[in-house]
């Protein structure tokens, strides 16, 4: 049976679910030192002083960095850590260097900060006034830009009904199962970083940028990572300091985030603020949309991208071209924002189809009709912002939404002549993925006959070893077992980007199929040397290398054999004595995968949200593992309702924030988890040799407006905020 396409489970999983993975607070290396943070308690102010002499005499304290001085481009103030102006509520300020774990944090009472308050910015829309500074000299708004397709004031003004409206979602916090982490060792002038990342590659790159004047080269190797969803992409400060400490002392030092560390330091996320205007005709067709979004940078303006991301999508799977949207990145005294499973996607897909609901609402249309007209319906389609949607069918697809909605209605209908506040919610969305520009693969024969697989993306959980495993295998002919997938290792092949925006089977999978057809046709061709036949007369089927005249034939493990049986001897075949080769491959055009998401919901008299079923339908391309795709989409759809109904990073209004731990910060448990039903359709493929998309991050864009929507119609009140405020659930 062909492995492609088939339910195969895990087989990265056996040493997690036996206990063995090794993360990187599990590594121990001879004499290593431990890190510690002291960071800012305070949201804004000025940085006087810092006197950390009663910290370096306590026994076991070997060091206390302040002030360490890197240029960091787009972080606060451009340094890793407060020089002379605090920023935000865990901001680092010092780091104390100690033998022991329990010192270096114990130390970290002892030192003394001075520092003159500020006033804070928080409210974003109120930073906008610029009346109050979140950094000292610089204007609040740090990112501003105009996406204008068409004439969107024109057709606005034909427009026959006008929907007006401010939609807000929330920010929030990664909460990966693993807070952040790094072991830095520095050897004979060089450091090998192990690190708890989705960009090996990335992260040498930066750090490489940043100590290339104190080391001649970094390694870094991707420990077992518990999880991401975009938070461990780029750098964070505690990188650069780790990193810089282990130069200085010339030791291994190690810092693993505690849990109420990770929360505060983490990169949060969404956090957009959308003040729409949109004009629809009597008929339902959409003409015009005008949107100032506004996003909360926190401290720094690395994350302004996002709201790119979110504007140029933000037509969504609809045919409307006139389209305004002002864009205006402010800074506020947060923790910086940066991407999260989705990046800019689910923010766009709460709009458009918020407007959706909405223009039904006024005009009374049935949701799935007022879709059906907007829909694109012939594929390629550029969108407004350029944007080329590249295959599919959206109306197929909305059909057997459609089948599933109408069965939710009618179960409406039953549940509440109980007396049960019950609603339904129906989604369409589009998504944008495998972010280039391309990724790279190696392949190799080893000794014993078995195949090595080593790529350059990253997964960190995803089951992608698994995948390409499968697309290796059926390649060869051979059995998988004889399949090993490596990673994460920045010496173990030259280079690579990481495993982020759902790219990693789509590019890394078709550069190790790449690969692998390289490698068969290196298998004949030492075959029919070592047979002493013309190459011309050699095929390769199911692991064997075979003479199409005599029948002979060579195993890949004979081959393998063959070239390392002996020591001394002399090389006469006239071929190159190797079966290794590698591939790099990349799209011309990003992938759009599409889908639609049904919801059935029950709000409580108490003001709790249940969902009592729930559809999720995907057009993904070519699916390789359906059991791995369906993984995604059940934890995609549950990391969804959190968003919805739970998460949200909140601050009072001095700028302390009030969600420090998770008895503040709500992530659902198993109480509140509930299966996911998966469609899926294969008819929008991509132009790839293997024609997959992607699944990683399409759950969690369609659960937003879907389950915003049940519940709204289960309450019968407007919703225009996510997380949704308890106050108006409650009966």
Known sequence: ????????????????????????????????????????????????????????????????????????????????????????????????????????????????????????????????????????????????????????????????????????????????????GLLAVYQEGRLTVYASTQAPHYMRKFLLNAFRDHVSDIRVIQADTGGAFGSKMFPYPED????????????????????????????????????????????????????????DLGAATHGYYLADITSTLISGPYKVRDILVEVYGVRTNKTPLDQYRGAGRPEAAFVYERIMDMAADELKMDPIEIRRRNLVTELPYTNPFGHKYDSGNYLHLLSIAEGYYRDFERRVEELRKQGRRVGVGLSFYIEQNNFGPWESASIRVKSDGKILVIIGAAPHGQGDATAIAQIVADE???????????????????????????RTLTLAGNAALLAVRKLKDRLRRVGAALMGINYEDV???????????????????DIANALTAS???????????????????????????????????????????????????????????????????????????????????????????????????????????????????????????????????????????????????????RITKIPIDPSLLIK
């Open 1 to 180: 049976m062909p492995y492609v396409g088939a339910r195969i489970k895990r087989i990265e999983d056996p040493k997690f679910i036996t206990g063995s993975a090794r993360y990187v607070d599990d590594m121990v290396v001879p004499g290593t030192l431990y890190m510690a943070i002291l960071r800012s308690t305070v949201p804004h102010a000025r940085l006087l002083r810092i006197d950390y002499e009663d910290a370096s005499r306590i026994p076991g304290v070997v060091g206390v960095i302040t002030g360490l001085n890197i240029k960091v481009e787009n972080r606060p103030r451009n340094f890793p850590m407060a020089k002379d102006e605090i920023l935000y509520v865990g901001q680092p300020i010092a780091a104390v260097i100690a033998e022991d774990r329990y010192k270096a944090y114990d130390a970290l009472d002892y030192i003394q900060v001075d520092y003159e308050p500020l006033p804070t910015v928080i409210d974003p829309e109120k930073a906008l006034t610029d009346d109050v500074k979140a950094v000292e000299g610089e204007n609040n708004l740090g990112y501003r830009k105009t996406y204008r397709a068409g004439n969107p004031e024109v057709e606005f003004s034909r427009s026959d009904v006008v929907i007006e409206t401010k939609l807000e979602i929330g920010r929030v916090y990664p909460a990966a199962m693993e807070p952040r």
């Open 539 to 557: 095929i390769y089927e199911s692991g064997y290398v075979k003479d199409t005249k005599t029948g002979k034939s060579l195993s890949i493990r």
């Open 240 to 295: 650069y300091i780790v990193a810089y400490a282990s130069i200085i002392y010339r030791r291994p030092v190690k810092w693993v985030a505690t849990r109420r560390e990770d929360l505060l330091s983490t990169y949060h996320s969404r956090a957009q603020i959308h003040r729409i205007k949109a004009g629809f005709t009597r008929r339902g067709e959409w003409r015009a949309l005008i949107d100032e979004l506004i996003i």
């Open 567 to 717: 020591v001394g001897g002399t090389w006469s075949y006239g071929v190159e004595p190797s079966l290794e080769d590698s591939a790099y491959f990349g799209l011309s055009n990003y992938t759009y995968p599409y889908g639609s998401h049904i919801a059935l919901v029950e709000v409580t008299e108490e003001g709790l949200v249940k969902v009592l079923d729930y559809v999720a339908i995907d057009d993904i391309g070519f699916v390789i593992n359906p059991m791995l795709a369906e993984g995604q989409v059940i934890g995609g759809v549950v990391q969804g309702f959190g968003e919805v109904a739970l998460e949200e990073v909140k601050y009072d209004n001095d700028g302390n924030p009030l969600t420090q731990t998770f008895s503040e910060y709500w992530i659902p448990s198993i109480m509140e988890s509930f299966n996911a039903k998966w469609h899926y359709l294969e008819e929008g493929k991509s132009n790839a040799p293997l024609p997959t998309k992607g699944i990683a991050e399409g759950p969690l864009i369609g659960v937003l407006p879907a389950l915003t929507r049940a519940v709204e119609n289960a309450v019968g009140r």
């Open 476 to 502: 060869l002919g051979i059995d998988m077992n004889q399949v090993e997938v490596s990673w994460g290792d920045t010496e173990l092949i030259g280079e690579g980007f990481g495993t982020f925006g759902s």
